[in-house]
Structure formats: C-alpha cells, structure tokens
T-cell receptor, first 113, second 113 residues
Framework: DTEVTQTPKHLVMGMTNKKSLKCEQHMGHRAMYWYKQKAKKPPELMFVYSYEKLSINESVPSRFSPECPNSSLLNLHLHALQPEDSALYLC????????????FGPGTRLTVT | AQSVSQHNHHVILSEAASLELGCNYSYGGTVNLFWYVQYPGQHLQLLLKYFSGDPLVKGIKGFEAEFIKSKFSFNLRKPSVQWSDTAEYFCAVIFFNDYKLSFGAGTTVTVRA
C-alpha cells in the first residue's frame, strides 16, 4: 500500500478562522512533508518532519503551524490566513528523508476568502 | 546554486507521436532523480526514478528516462503517446547536500486524439 490520505479534500475559510489539515500514511515511513502548490506550478516545500521532529522549515509564515503527533500522522494548523494562501496543500512521505522517493497524497484544495 | 530546469513549458502532440521531455540540473554532487506526473484533477504520481546503476530506467505506463551524468540531464521519453498521457510532468531532484526534493517548473503535455 503506497497511499497517503489527506482530509479534507476541499476547505473554504475566512481570514479569521482556525482550521487544520490532516495527513496519514501507513507505510511505516519516518519522514513526512508539507508542500504548497499553486495552479500550473511545481510544489514548494514548506516543512519536513523526520522521525517526528521538525527538521526543515522553509521560512513559512507563522500562520501555518505543523504538528506531527506520531509517525503516521501529520497536521497543518491554519490561522489568520491571507487570500494569497489559497492553493493546493500536499502531504508526502518517504522512507526516512535521506533521498528516497516521496509518495504524495491527493491534497487539500484551500480557498481563503 | 542548485537548480532543476525543464526545457519545454508546453508540448502539444498527436496520438502515436513520440515524446521527449528534457530535464537538467545544476549540482556537482550526488543526486537522486525522479519524474512525477500529475493527471488533471489527480495527485502527483511517481513515473520513474534513478538512484544508481543502469542509466536507462523504465517506469510505469511505458515511460523511460536516461541519465547522462556528463550532461547533468535526465530526459523522459515515450515512443508512442496516447490521449490519456495528457498531464503535467515534473522532473525532480534530491540533492545530497540537503536531501530536499527540488522540482523543475513542469511541462504541460497535451495529446490530441
């Protein structure tokens, strides 16, 4: 099973709302990632968790807050977002973050109004 | 600075035509190489990967790619495309100095029936 699942599929939120995106994998992978993808653009790395510890933060604004409760789950907490944050948010996982292939989830389509 | 470049922004083909997409990277150290595909409305899928060994690698759906180390290239090929190959194609590289997955800008492939 090479599946990464993400919920919700779609999310519309106002600029004062607080919401969370969820990601889950059951492949025993120890590295998990959040990416942001705008239409017709490549994914942009936001955060990397390796063995449940945050190892990379690509200077993402603090209105995005990642959390890794355990090795299978990854959350992205959202607060006070801006309309320009509207995008497809992708979760991915890989064996251990040292160069192997990453498996991507279907993404959450976020619209900030 | 390390980077990934894809030669073509948009390629339009007729069914049964051959496809070749170019990808180059700039980095003198060890890399792992990938091609991902994103079909309309679907998530990123791994087409093929190269870590080491035979520089000609075969992937899913009849795709293959050739790694030419001296040219820092990893070009994707398919001898005969189908309408269902219409998608966005991303070349991606993991550079072993930071283990981040870096994407090219992507190539939109449109196959006309």
């Amino acid at each position: 099973d090479t599946e990464v699942t993400q919920t919700p599929k779609h999310l519309v939120m106002g600029m004062t709302n607080k919401k969370s995106l969820k990601c889950e994998q059951h492949m025993g992978h120890r590295a998990m990632y959040w990416y942001k993808q705008k239409a017709k653009k490549p994914p942009e790395l936001m955060f990397v968790y390796s063995y449940e510890k945050l190892s990379i933060n690509e200077s993402v604004p603090s209105r995005f807050s990642p959390e890794c409760p355990n090795s299978s789950l990854l959350n992205l907490h959202l607060h006070a977002l801006q309309p320009e944050d509207s995008a497809l948010y992708l979760c991915a996982s890989s064996q251990d973050g040292t160069g192997g292939e990453q498996y991507f989830g279907p993404g959450t389509r976020l619209t900030v109004t | 600075a390390q980077s990934v470049s894809q030669h073509n922004h948009h390629v339009i083909l007729s069914e049964a035509a051959s496809l070749e997409l170019g990808c180059n990277y700039s980095y003198g150290g060890t890399v792992n190489l990938f091609w991902y595909v994103q079909y309309p409305g679907q998530h990123l899928q791994l087409l093929l990967k190269y870590f080491s060994g035979d520089p000609l690698v075969k992937g899913i759906k009849g795709f293959e790619a050739e790694f030419i180390k001296s040219k820092f290239s990893f070009n994707l090929r398919k001898p005969s495309v189908q309408w269902s190959d219409t998608a966005e194609y991303f070349c991606a590289v993991i550079f072993f100095n930071d283990y981040k997955l870096s994407f090219g800008a992507g190539t939109t492939v449109t196959v006309r029936a």
